[in-house]
């Protein structure tokens, strides 16, 4: 069980590696490393790419296990066409979370083999969702979900919703994370043992995560924030266009691999949307969902460039707050002033609540007690 209920959002291409996942692990927190395009630093990525992202993420998995003795996840997209191999390298590689997204992981539960100790937690955006993964992993293979990250609309890359669905008041992380939580009752009842709920999108402050605590969530999954830290695993330049940001800059663009996604606004972004193709050669067709000869651009291509600080050839993916922001850090002093926001949250919280309780004696007519 983490010391802390934060989960450090995986962050693909290269952006969260074994780097940032060693060092939230290290604070008590669960460091992710993102599977997707996970070969990058390896000689053959665009030759071999599919290997090369298998020996990527041993090695990662391997390297970040070897600098701490915290918790460790990797979260998969499900569109992956590896994905199944990419699941079976982390599962052999012992590490202690999948996290699967973009997409309903259905099948999940059997590459699980003999292992007991990798726990799966698929990453929804609907109590819907949850219920139907909950009945169909419990239906084929007997297994209940480990938890559940729920991510709401203010998350960055790509997003579990429509575009005309981002604003919707019901798509509020602070109305998600109630639903989910009810609808995995009848399923956390027949498991006998609780199904934790991990709230994520636009999580910013310690306040937010004693807020959404305060709703039911078991923890909070937060990214953005941990890409303004020494230890991410993106170059000098990426870094800095989370602090050049200004509110208004992250935009929902549509990614080439069939969903909306949140990045900052750039030159590459602007010349997409004008209707400018970018010529590429597919490394492989890495994401099903991809279309080939319609897309302007290569999604991994563009992530991976942006990741190396080439940001003329790509761009950013980014949460909602990136525009507050403000500086380069570390992850141990961004947990310990989460952990400080969150404690006054709290303080603030008791001394309102005993506040009303003392007032409510002084005017109640049962103790003979008045304002006078």
């Known amino acids: 069980m983490a010391r802390l209920p934060i989960v450090q959002g995986g962050m693909a291409a290269g952006i969260s590696l074994s780097g940032l996942a060693s060092a939230v692990a290290n604070t008590g927190g669960i460091g992710v490393i993102a599977a997707p395009g996970v ?44 994905f199944a191999d990419l699941a079976k390298a982390a599962i052999d590689e012992g590490i202690d979370i999948i996290f699967a997204g973009a997409g309903l992981p259905l099948r999940l539960p059997e590459l699980l083999g003999d292992n007991r100790h990798t726990r799966l937690v698929p990453i929804v955006s609907s109590g819907r969702a949850a219920r139907i993964l909950c009945k169909k992993w419990r239906d084929d293979f007997n297994y209940t979900p ?77 990214a953005t924030r941990f890409v303004a830290t020494e230890e991410c695993d993106a170059s000098p330049a990426f870094k800095q266009t989370y602090i050049d940001s200004k509110e208004g800059d992250a935009v929902i663009i549509k990614s080439p691999v069939g969903m909306p996604g949140r990045a900052i606004r750039n030159a590459f972004i602007d010349s997409v949307a004008a209707g400018n193709k970018k010529p590429f050669k597919c490394p492989q067709h890495c994401v099903k969902t991809c279309d080939i000869a319609q897309s302007p651009y290569c999604i991994f291509v563009a992530l991976i460039n942006a990741q190396r600080g080439h940001l003329s050839g790509g761009f950013a993916f980014c949460g909602a707050n990136v525009h507050r922001v403000k500086e380069i850090t570390t992850v141990k002093k961004l947990v310990g002033s989460l952990v400080k926001e969150y404690k006054s949250k709290a303080v603030q919280e008791l001394i309102e609540a005993m506040t ?14 008045s304002m006078a």
């Open 356 to 369: 009303r309780y003392m007032n409510g004696l002084m005017i109640s007519p049962a103790n003979g007690m």
């Open 39 to 82: 070969g990058l630093f390896e000689p053959d990525f665009f030759s071999n790419f599919f290997e090369a992202n298998i020996r990527g993420l041993r090695r990662q998995i391997r390297q970040a296990r070897a600098r701490t003795k915290g918790i460790l996840g990797v979260n998969i997209m499900v569109a992956l066409t590896d």
């Open 146 to 222: 480990d938890a559940f990250v729920v991510e709401g609309p203010l998350a960055g890359g790509h997003l579990g919703f429509k575009v005309e669905e981002l604003d919707l008041p019901q798509n509020r992380i602070e109305r998600l994370v109630p639903e989910v939580i009810e609808a995995v009752k009848p399923f956390e009842q027949a498991a006998g043992r609780p199904i934790p709920i991990i709230g994520g999108g636009g999580i910013f402050t310690g306040e937010d995560i004693y807020n959404l605590l305060k709703l039911g969530a078991s923890g909070v999954q937060m």
